[in-house]
């Protein structure tokens, strides 16, 4: 007489209905947690960037308003909200010529200590990044050079890698927009 390979012990017969359901409640509520009702934006006020570099850092939630700002001294603030919570705020600022990219970081709530890269050009952490764009010139600002700043107010989402190319890209676009003059000649009078 041989016996049954399929003798399942009383604990395991047990424990497997509720592994299935837990298994099912987290494939459900992670499918709830993770729904938006809004349209992700390609844009930070006007300045492109793939809606998928953004996806990361903006919360589930039904609405998205965009809030544009220039407070003072030539910064521009480009403000996302969901639900009306602070989550994503992208900014321009000019800033002292004698400062490092760390020192203007270090005023920046979001941005945290970051890691800068190889050519002092950037500086980025999971939740937030400083950029110099490339040679802007104003005669508005004189000695003082143009940054660019992405923080991320939203709770839980941090992401170094996805932060790293947003503030790469954000950064290269605001070389490239008006914000970002080449030409600070500024005309003779004859």
């Given at each position: 007489m041989s016996r049954s390979l399929c003798v399942t012990h009383p604990k395991v017969a047990f424990l497997l209905?509720?592994?299935?359901?837990?298994m099912t409640i987290s494939a459900c509520s992670k499918t709830h947690e993770e729904k938006r009702e809004y349209a992700l934006p390609d844009s930070l006020c006007r300045v492109k960037v793939a809606s998928d570099l953004l996806s990361p850092f903006l919360p589930p939630g039904k609405n998205l308003s965009v809030k544009e700002e220039a407070p003072d001294g030539g910064t521009k603030t480009c403000e996302l909200f969901v639900d009306g919570q602070p989550s994503v705020f992208a900014t321009q600022i000019w800033w002292r010529e004698e400062d490092s990219i760390a020192e203007v970081a270090s005023v920046q709530a979001m941005v945290g200590t970051g890691e800068v890269s190889s050519d002092q050009k950037y500086l980025h952490s999971g939740t937030g990044?400083?950029?110099r764009p490339a040679g802007c010139v104003d005669s508005d600002h004189p000695q003082q050079k143009l940054?660019?700043?992405?923080q991320v107010f939203a709770a839980?989402?941090?992401d170094k890698s996805t932060m790293k190319q947003l503030i790469t890209d954000y950064t290269t676009a605001v070389e490239k927009s008006s914000a970002c003059p080449h030409d600070a000649v500024v005309p003779s009078s004859r």
């Open positions: 209905p509720v592994l299935a359901i837990g990044a400083v950029g940054y660019t700043v992405i839980g989402r941090d």
